[in-house]
């Protein structure tokens, strides 16, 4: 039953809303869901799918993929965000949504697990409000058709050329043409809007160039490994700069939320396609 608080279904709901209109993905995971008479889809069914599509289960992540909190029985509108951040919740409920899907979601590895502050604000507004909240963390990051990764190069131009390190989670493309620092940076700024932010060997010609979003500054070795000129990844520790300078590569922090706000984006899209439903992209802007 739909909470009668939830604020009356936005219009903009109706139509495809994602700020960047992914390539739908070809494939589907197995059968194509079945027709229904009704509307929308069973939030079993919705999970099943992308439970297969993703190869959710066979990631040891740091969160635990899938349903995250339970909300009304049956999806027809879904909001997709990065994070779900209070904001990106209060915009989806604003917004009539049945479902929030996002990449980065709760109860992570380690985290505090009392329901306090603003964990317990975030989930009173997802309870209150009878919204279901899926999150797909490294299954997003990895997908081949709809990740984070693929969906980056595809904004940026970039070949994808192989993968490899940890659960080969770094990819790597060789470009049709060596470049330079600047014209990467230059590309970066225009593709992600942010300027990014360049350590070590800034006169390295980059003929192969690697990457992974978000968080992967740690991976920096596993693209050298790979034979990377540069390596590009969201974020940047004081360690990244000494190993990039000591081992005369590229290093470019180009934003965790910029370079993981098109994976989400991409499988909303081809959630909407496959199950006929309304789609909205919510972006919470963030500087890192």
């Not at 009668?4 to 390539?23: H, K, M, Q």
């Not at 999970?47 to 349903?67: I, M, Q, W």
């Not at 997908?143 to 980056?152: D, E, I, P, S, Y």
Request: some cysteine; charged content about 20%; hydrophobic content about 40%.
């Amino acid at each position: 039953m739909n909470n009668p608080n939830v604020a009356a279904p936005d219009p903009r709901l109706d139509a495809p809303g994602a700020t960047l209109a992914p390539e739908p993905a070809a494939d589907h995971a197995g059968p194509r869901p079945s027709s229904s008479s009704e509307s929308g889809v069973s939030r079993q069914e919705f999970a099943r799918y992308v439970e297969d599509f993703l190869s959710a289960s066979r990631f040891n992540d740091y969160c635990p993929n899938g349903l995250q909190v339970e909300g009304r029985p049956r999806i027809r509108r879904l909001a997709t965000a990065v994070t779900a951040s209070r904001r990106a919740i209060e915009q989806a409920v604003e917004a009539g949504a049945d479902a929030l899907l996002v990449h980065h979601g709760y109860f992570w590895r380690g985290e505090d697990p009392r329901v306090v502050g603003v964990s317990r604000r975030r989930l009173g507004l997802l309870l209150q409000h009878d919204l279901n909240l899926f999150a797909y963390h490294l299954p997003l990051d990895a997908h081949a058709k709809v990740g984070n990764n693929v969906q980056l190069a595809r904004v940026c131009g970039w070949p994808v050329s192989g993968r490899g390190g940890d659960r080969d989670l770094v990819f790597y493309g060789d470009l049709p043409r060596p470049i330079g620092a600047a014209e990467l940076a230059a590309s970066l700024a225009a593709a992600l809007g942010r300027e990014p932010l360049l350590v070590g060997d800034e006169a390295r010609v980059v003929r192969r160039l690697a990457w992974c979003t978000g968080g992967a500054q740690d991976a920096l070795d596993e693209a050298i490994a790979l034979g990377a000129d540069a390596y590009v990844s969201g974020e940047i520790s004081e360690r990244t700069t000494h190993l990039a300078r000591e081992a005369g590569v590229l290093y470019a922090a180009a934003g965790h939320h910029a370079t993981e706000r098109y994976g989400v984006q991409a499988l909303g899209a081809h959630l909407a396609e496959v199950f006929g439903l309304a789609h909205r992209f919510i972006d919470d802007p963030n500087p890192v």
